[in-house]
């Protein structure tokens, strides 16, 4: 037989297979597969997808298995080039798996296997997969399919939108929701609404056409040959679940040996397939994925809702805000009710839609506010829903190892962004540490590293922590490396060391291996840091390569690492920035100039941590490192140099003045005496002004600076006044990217001092002033108010003790002072 000619969906009882056309992720399409099935009672069910995962079916009836969940397929050789079948609980796909389930009925997927589309990918087409299911009736192939007219382009990308201009409404989703989403259930003919929707896909493609592209017309030969296969081993009793812009071509009279040919000799991969979890953000059309929908949250909740949706709705979204303290009570419930189905009404609609549902939230609970109401987008319209897979779902064995540390660290996969607080020190939150970083450095992100809010001390992280189903496919990449996290981890840090292009990356690295707790990858790290440090002659290269070297030897206390072979490097470059640091600062452009005064500030935290090391990593006396503290003396000196060289830049010198005024090495009276000769009348109003920015700049310190040494702030407000009208234009930038880095109190105490002008400071010194921060003396009273709260936060008690020792009331008043 060459030729087929298949029966109506309209009924149960024609010749031919039921072809059902639904819209994918659509809650109305899935009511109306169920129905029909039940009403059809097909021997077989048929769905669109890829045939390997027929063996991945029935995990669907397992208890663990909860949607929404993806047939993630991915090549053996490269498992970055995959892709995703998601399916939810209203997927009509999903709902024809479970009734085949139920009923003991055989499912098949009969889309062109994966093997073919990923082999597509690999030789120069888009690989984003023709298979993923597509909105409502829209061509399930992907973006880079060209049309071959800009109006085949608009069908191919919304075919929705001429239904919905074809009855006259200019909102295609809307339009939809009217005359499918919102059909009842009772309705008599449940094949009437497949009928319908055939008839109107076959005028689009009649009209439009399909442009000839190789991959629709394979596509659509397979699942015709998928088809009558299915036909000759169970007759005509066969059902056909698929979008529904195919159904028209599933119906077409074509020859078999003409869908062979367009079959044959198709490129393919080795490819592997499993269940993954899913989530409805990744089922939003803002995720990227063209199967996406709008709201997944609000289908769930039409397709979920036994009866009153609108109702049970409104309902959540009351719960939600009152979780968010927000006043919302019965009263507002019942009345957005009312006003959503007033609105609904007034605009011709059978039922409430999220359009009304919307507008009646932001008026009733959210008081015409746009902000709760975002919050209820989020998390109710779109959602942060994470399905699950069963155990016994196929897995590579990185993957597998993966789930016995999440299980063992009780640190599950969540959808929901939220923060983790660890405490190193504790067993299992190191060990949680442990694997973040590990993932990590395997380009798995499940983590990322935030700013801890409680302590700045080593043995506390704050992660903040959001799985996206993509990370399974990260996972699967990283399975090339090892079968564990720990040895993947491990030959990835290797191999990442040996390819590093530059020095900072190789320091990085040893940091990352360091918090990762992998002993054998440091010692192939730690070579290749110090082959790269000896060749190395780049100051630059070498300062930014020594914050993060230094950063690593705190991980000795909390973590147990032996960081000896680190600090010896870390020393090593600090002696080579040393003696290169004064010639390469001489003869720079702003630009360099401003770089390398960062790399100052970057050295100095550097070279303070490292002369610390010894001590705070516990090594004894005799330990080589125990050189190390002689480092600070040596980079005081490099400095000083810098601060009195005519041939470094201004911002170059001024920053090395202030390092060594914060320092305690320089006197008070020498930075206003090396600021004076600098803003005298004979340096140029531009170097001038570079040399303030080093010294003054980079936050609100060298503001307080200003604040409370007035012959600073004299010296610069004498030279601001003195530049000549004609420069002041050049050196504004930089004075005002100074100054606009303060906080705005130190402006504001700053700009009161300059008002009062050098003698009325002096006056005002000696007078007193009745402006609040600008008094002569310490006022003792408010010192005392503020000492019991200081003392808590410095965690020396409450100070409320009855007896205390002059020291402590000095202390006290120190505190105060500070304050």
Same mark, same amino acid.
């Given at each position: ?213 190789? +991959?629709?017309?394979?596509?659509? /030969?397979? #699942? @015709? ?7 000759? $081993?169970?007759? &005509? %009793? =066969? ?98 009710? +009312?006003?959503?189905?007033?609105? /609904?009404? #007034? @605009? ?7 359009? $009304?549902?919307? &507008? %009646? =939230? ?458």
């Amino acid at each position: 037989m060459n030729d087929l000619g298949w029966g109506r969906s309209g009924g149960a009882g024609g010749s031919g297979p039921l072809l059902l056309g639904v819209r994918h992720h659509g809650p109305g399409s899935a009511r109306a597969v169920r129905g029909a099935l039940d009403a059809a009672r097909p021997r077989v069910v048929l769905i669109e997808g890829p045939p390997e995962a027929d063996a991945l079916i029935p995990l669907a009836a397992e208890e663990d298995m909860r949607p929404p969940v993806a047939l993630l397929a991915h090549a053996v050789d490269e498992p970055g080039r995959s892709a995703f079948w998601p399916l939810a609980e209203f997927s009509p796909e999903w709902v024809a798996i479970r009734w085949a389930l139920e009923h003991e009925v055989p499912a098949r997927f009969i889309d062109l296997p994966a093997v073919h589309t990923l082999a597509w990918g690999r030789e120069g087409v888009e690989s984003e997969p023709a298979s993923v299911p597509a909105p409502a009736s829209e061509v399930p192939a992907p973006a880079s399919d060209v049309p071959a007219s800009a109006a085949e382009a608009d069908v191919r990308i919304d075919p929705l939108a001429v239904l919905a201009e074809a009855a006259g409404c200019d909102d295609p989703e809307r339009w939809w929701e009217d005359v499918v989403e919102h059909r009842g259930a009772g309705e008599r003919d449940v094949f009437a609404p497949f009928v319908v929707l055939e008839e109107a896909m076959g005028a689009l493609r009649e009209t439009y056409g399909v442009g000839g592209h190789e +991959r629709d017309l394979v596509r659509e /030969a397979y #699942m @015709r040959l998928q088809v009558r296969a299915a036909q000759r $081993e169970f007759g &005509d %009793a =066969v059902a056909v679940v698929c979008g529904a812009w195919h159904v028209p071509a599933l119906r077409e009279r074509t020859a078999v040996a003409a869908d062979r040919a367009l079959v044959k000799g198709l490129p393919k991969v080795k490819a592997d397939m499993t269940w993954v979890p899913w989530t409805y953000r990744r089922l939003a059309r803002v995720s990227g994925y063209g199967a996406g929908i709008d709201s997944p949250g609000w289908y769930g909740h039409l397709f979920s809702a036994p009866d009153r949706p609108v109702e049970r709705w409104m309902t959540k979204v009351a719960g939600l805000l009152r979780d968010e303290d927000r006043l919302v009570s019965s009263a507002h419930v019942i009345e957005a009710v +009312r006003l959503a189905e007033t609105l /609904a009404v #007034m @605009r011709g609609r059978p039922l409430p839609g999220l359009g $009304e549902t919307t &507008d %009646a =939230v932001r008026a009733v609970m959210c008081e015409g506010s746009d902000v709760p109401l975002a919050l209820v987008h989020d998390r109710l319209v779109v959602g942060d829903v994470l399905g699950e897979v069963p155990q016994a779902a196929p897995a590579v064995p990185l993957q597998r190892d993966l789930d016995r540390i999440q299980r063992r660290l009780r640190l599950r996969p969540e959808a929901l962004e939220r923060e983790l607080e660890l405490d190193l020190r504790k067993e299992t939150d190191a060990g949680r540490s442990r694997l973040l970083h590990r993932l990590r450095l395997l380009g798995v992100a499940w983590g990322e590293p935030a700013a801890s809010r409680g302590s700045t001390g080593t043995f506390r992280e704050t992660w903040r922590l959001r799985w996206e189903p993509e990370l399974s496919v990260r996972v699967a990449e990283a399975g090339v490396w090892g079968t564990t996290v720990l040895a993947a981890a491990t030959a990835k840090a290797e191999a990442d060391a040996v390819g590093a292009q530059g020095l900072a990356e190789v320091t990085g690295l040893a940091e990352r291996c360091l918090l990762a707790e992998l002993p054998d990858a440091l010692p192939v790290v730690m070579r290749v840091l110090a082959d790269r440090a000896a060749l190395d002659t780049d100051v630059g290269h070498l300062a930014q390569a020594l914050p993060a070297l230094v950063r690593s030897l705190r991980y000795g206390d909390v973590r147990g690492t032996d960081t000896g072979a680190l600090a010896e490097v870390a020393a090593g470059l600090a002696e080579r920035i040393f003696v290169g640091l004064p010639p390469a600062c001489a003869a720079l452009d702003a630009d360099a100039a401003e770089e390398m005064r960062r790399h100052l500030d970057a050295v100095q935290g550097a070279v303070a941590l490292l002369a610390e090391a010894p001590a705070s990593a516990g090594r004894a006396a005799d330990d080589p490192a125990a050189a190390h503290a002689g480092l600070r003396g040596r980079w005081h000196s490099v400095l000083r140099v810098l601060s009195v060289r005519d041939t470094v830049s201004g911002v170059v010198r001024g920053r090395a003045v202030r390092l060594l005024l914060d320092e305690g090495e320089l006197a008070q009276d020498e930075a206003a005496r090396l600021m004076g000769l600098v803003l005298s009348p004979g340096t140029p109003p531009g170097e001038a002004a570079a040399w303030i920015e080093g010294f003054v700049g980079g936050g609100s310190g060298g503001g307080m600076l200003l604040v409370h040494d007035e012959r600073l702030l004299g010296l610069v407000d004498a030279w601001l006044t003195g530049v000549p009208a004609e420069a002041f234009t050049d050196v504004l930038p930089l004075l005002r990217r100074t100054f606009s880095a303060y906080e705005p109190g130190v402006r504001r105490t700053l700009g009161e001092l300059v008002r009062r002008g050098p003698g009325e400071r002096a006056s005002a010194t000696a007078a007193g002033s009745a402006l609040p921060g600008f008094a002569p003396d310490l006022d003792v009273d408010r010192a005392d108010a503020v000492v019991p709260v200081v003392r808590l936060l410095l965690g020396l008690g409450d100070g409320r003790e009855d007896t205390q020792s002059t020291d402590d009331d000095r202390d006290d008043k120190h505190l105060a002072g500070v304050a």
